[in-house]
């Protein structure tokens, strides 16, 4: 039960709410700064949200006007991941994207895109005729004339990249709180805010509402109307490591006004990914996906490459963008659609309600002007009057993860010589080992999605047949929990029904 009181340890300078990419690279921003902040997610782990159900994509930055925030933020987050890499261990490849065309009328719009993009700030960028896209990206479809050409483009582990720079902002002093969810924002005195939520009361200086989908509901708490979050849902369909190595970079269609058209991803990890869709719905938990999507991005995706075939599927998830609808105040005093209103991100202090940030409509290209953003909202507090004073404690670098996988044979014979639990494979399909999953654990994974999502145990072709049951009796084991209270991906997803010794015993 919630006390009716905070006690003076729950005083903040800032809390974010929301545990995705944008408030992950946020509170790991703050924590360069002397200040006392935290981070409340309502799921069971980080990344849950919108951040763990994308392309992977890290855009160069051409797809949004200059004029706009997506526009330079995207590429100036593009900019930023070479650095991010190099400090926090995320997993990034700067794999290059194509935007093709197939009409010679397309090339104004090649021209376009180049313009934004270099008016953002996007280096390298090239028109590429029709032989030099076919040596670019030979799997090609021959019908294919010429492209827009990107170097700086790249794929990263999103979910991963969440939890790094989580574990980044932890070690520099950030509190993050997990399986609480903020239901209410109280008044504000003495210029502090009240944050409740289903576990505790909180005072802080400073809210960003870095909410996701759910960032018009945060906003509400506190009085603001003047835009609603819609779900457009993105379906995405995983291929066989077999078709590993058949594109090269992320190639595109020519993108429509709601999304960047459906892609051929060469992700990271070496399979490809086929998607996504782009569907406005209602309900922002609808996950699921279809038949009848599934054989439109199919059918799109062999329009660009020949070879993608659906007998390689192994795996489709999706994910909701959350699309900011801007409103305004009609005659009667009701909200309603603006029709000037665009669907930018949406990311500013509101004067009417001191000490709040709206971080909301992150919709894509989130994911890649995520760390931008967060360079955006410091600067924000600075304008407000909040001296940032350096965090003197401030260590930029997480400690290297150890992945058997990328080891080489001499590099594991040694490894498996001090710490054997490194020998031990769970997961076959993607190579991870005990040792692997128990670090997982040590850093906050809680359920075997966060396993799954941190060590890629139950990602390969065999999606956990094989391994769930080990990692399962490994997070019994690391949390000191009995089997039953695991969770696939936080409350009311238990997978075991009965302990499994009892059902033993009745046999
Ligand atoms: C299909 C698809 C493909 C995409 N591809 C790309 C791509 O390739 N490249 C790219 O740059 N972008 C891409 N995007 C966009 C990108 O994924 C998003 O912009 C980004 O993930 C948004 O991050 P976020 O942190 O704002 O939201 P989220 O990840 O949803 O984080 C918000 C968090 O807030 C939590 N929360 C909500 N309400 C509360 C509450 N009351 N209390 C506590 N916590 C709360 C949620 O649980 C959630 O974890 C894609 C999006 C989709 C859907």
Same mark, same amino acid.
């Given at each position: 039960?919630?006390?009716?009181?905070?006690?003076?340890?729950?005083?903040?300078?800032?809390?974010?709410?929301?545990?995705?990419?944008?408030?992950?690279?946020?509170?790991?921003?703050?924590?360069?700064?002397?200040?006392?902040?935290?981070?409340?997610?309502?799921?069971?782990?980080?990344?849950?949200?919108?951040?763990?159900?994308?392309?992977?994509?890290?855009h160069a930055g051409f797809h949004s006007p200059p004029n706009t925030l997506k526009g330079p933020l995207c590429a100036r987050?593009n900019f930023?991941?070479?650095?991010?890499?190099?400090?926090?261990?995320?997993?990034?490849?700067?794999?290059g994207e194509l935007v093709i065309i197939?009409?010679s009328e397309e090339i104004p719009d090649l021209e376009k895109f180049k313009r934004w993009g270099e008016e953002c700030g996007v280096p390298g960028m090239k028109i590429l005729n029709?032989?030099?896209?076919?040596?670019?990206?030979?799997?090609?479809?021959?019908?294919?004339?010429g492209a827009l050409y990107a170097p700086t483009a790249?794929?990263?582990?999103?979910?991963?990249?969440?939890?790094?720079?989580?574990?980044?902002?932890?070690?520099?002093?950030?509190?993050?709180?997990?399986?609480?969810?903020?239901?209410?924002?109280?008044?504000?005195?003495?210029?502090?805010?009240?944050?409740?939520?289903?576990?505790?009361?909180?005072?802080? *200086?400073? #809210?960003? !509402? $870095?909410? @996701?989908? +759910?960032?018009?509901?945060?906003?509400?708490?506190?009085?603001?109307?003047?835009? &609603?979050?819609?779900?457009?849902?993105?379906?995405?369909?995983?291929?066989?490591?077999?078709?590993?190595?058949?594109?090269?970079?992320?190639?595109f269609?020519l993108p429509?006004k709601?999304?960047k058209?459906?892609?051929?991803?060469?992700?990271?990890?070496?399979?490809?990914?086929?998607?996504?869709?782009?569907?406005?719905?209602?309900?922002?938990?609808?996950?699921?996906?279809?038949?009848?999507?599934?054989?439109?991005?199919?059918?799109?995706?062999?329009?660009?490459?020949?070879?993608?075939?659906?007998?390689?599927?192994?795996?489709?998830?999706?994910?909701?963008?959350?699309?900011?609808? *801007?409103? #305004?105040? !009609? $005659?009667? @005093?009701? +909200?309603?659609?603006?029709?000037?209103?665009?669907?930018d991100?949406?990311?500013? &202090?509101?004067?009417?309600?001191?000490?709040?940030?709206?971080?909301?409509?992150?919709?894509?290209p989130?994911?890649?002007?995520?760390?931008?953003?967060?360079?955006?909202?410091?600067?924000?507090?600075?304008?407000?009057?909040?001296?940032?004073?350096?965090?003197?404690?401030?260590?930029?670098?997480?400690?290297?993860?150890?992945?058997?996988?990328?080891?080489?044979?001499?590099?594991?014979?040694?490894?498996?010589?001090?710490?054997?639990?490194?020998?031990?494979?769970?997961?076959?399909?993607?190579?991870?080992?005990?040792?692997?999953?128990?670090?997982?654990?040590?850093?906050?994974?809680?359920?075997?999605?966060?396993?799954?999502?941190?060590?890629?145990?139950?990602?390969?072709?065999?999606?956990?047949?094989?391994?769930?049951? &080990?990692?399962?009796?490994?997070?019994?084991?690391?949390?000191?929990?009995?089997?039953?209270?695991?969770?696939?991906?936080?409350?009311?997803?238990?997978?075991?029904?009965?302990?499994?010794?009892?059902?033993?015993?009745?046999?």
């Amino acid at each position: 039960m919630v006390s009716s009181k905070s006690n003076s340890n729950n005083n903040y300078d800032v809390i974010v709410i929301g545990g995705g990419i944008v408030g992950a690279s946020i509170i790991r921003e703050l924590s360069r700064y002397d200040l006392k902040i935290c981070l409340i997610e309502k799921e069971a782990e980080l990344s849950f949200g919108v951040s763990k159900s994308n392309s992977g994509i890290v855009h160069a930055g051409f797809h949004s006007p200059p004029n706009t925030l997506k526009g330079p933020l995207c590429a100036r987050g593009n900019f930023l991941y070479d650095q991010l890499h190099l400090e926090l261990g995320v997993p990034f490849k700067r794999v290059g994207e194509l935007v093709i065309i197939k009409q010679s009328e397309e090339i104004p719009d090649l021209e376009k895109f180049k313009r934004w993009g270099e008016e953002c700030g996007v280096p390298g960028m090239k028109i590429l005729n029709e032989s030099e896209v076919h040596q670019y990206e030979p799997s090609l479809s021959t019908d294919v004339i010429g492209a827009l050409y990107a170097p700086t483009a790249g794929v990263v582990n999103p979910y991963e990249f969440v939890f790094l720079l989580a574990q980044n902002a932890k070690k520099n002093g950030a509190e993050i709180k997990t399986s609480e969810e903020v239901i209410s924002i109280g008044d504000r005195v003495a210029k502090t805010t009240e944050v409740i939520t289903t576990k505790d009361r909180y005072n802080t *200086k400073y #809210i960003i !509402n $870095a909410a @996701g989908l +759910y960032g018009d509901r945060i906003a509400n708490m506190v009085g603001i109307y003047n835009f &609603k979050i819609i779900p457009r849902k993105g379906e995405e369909y995983l291929l066989d490591k077999k078709l590993k190595g058949l594109v090269k970079q992320v190639i595109f269609p020519l993108p429509s006004k709601t999304s960047k058209g459906t892609l051929v991803i060469p992700t990271l990890d070496g399979t490809i990914m086929v998607g996504p869709s782009a569907e406005d719905i209602d309900d922002k938990n609808d996950l699921t996906t279809t038949d009848e999507v599934c054989w439109q991005i199919f059918d799109k995706a062999k329009q660009m490459i020949p070879a993608i075939h659906h007998k390689y599927l192994i795996s489709t998830f999706a994910g909701n963008r959350p699309v900011p609808v *801007k409103l #305004i105040k !009609n $005659a009667k @005093g009701k +909200y309603v659609k603006d029709p000037d209103g665009d669907d930018d991100f949406i990311i500013a &202090k509101t004067d009417d309600v001191p000490g709040f940030i709206n971080v909301a409509g992150i919709q894509s290209p989130g994911l890649t002007a995520a760390p931008a953003i967060a360079e955006k909202v410091i600067s924000i507090l600075k304008d407000d009057g909040v001296v940032l004073k350096a965090n003197k404690y401030f260590v930029s670098t997480n400690p290297n993860p150890k992945k058997i996988r990328e080891m080489s044979d001499d590099e594991l014979d040694k490894l498996i010589k001090s710490e054997p639990d490194y020998g031990k494979i769970v997961c076959r399909c993607e190579m991870v080992s005990e040792g692997e999953i128990m670090n997982a654990i040590e850093n906050g994974a809680q359920t075997l999605d966060g396993v799954k999502f941190r060590t890629r145990a139950g990602m390969g072709r065999c999606q956990g047949g094989f391994c769930s049951f &080990k990692t399962m009796e490994l997070l019994a084991k690391g949390l000191d929990i009995s089997p039953l209270e695991i969770t696939k991906r936080g409350e009311g997803s238990n997978i075991l029904v009965e302990d499994l010794k009892k059902q033993k015993e009745k046999i």
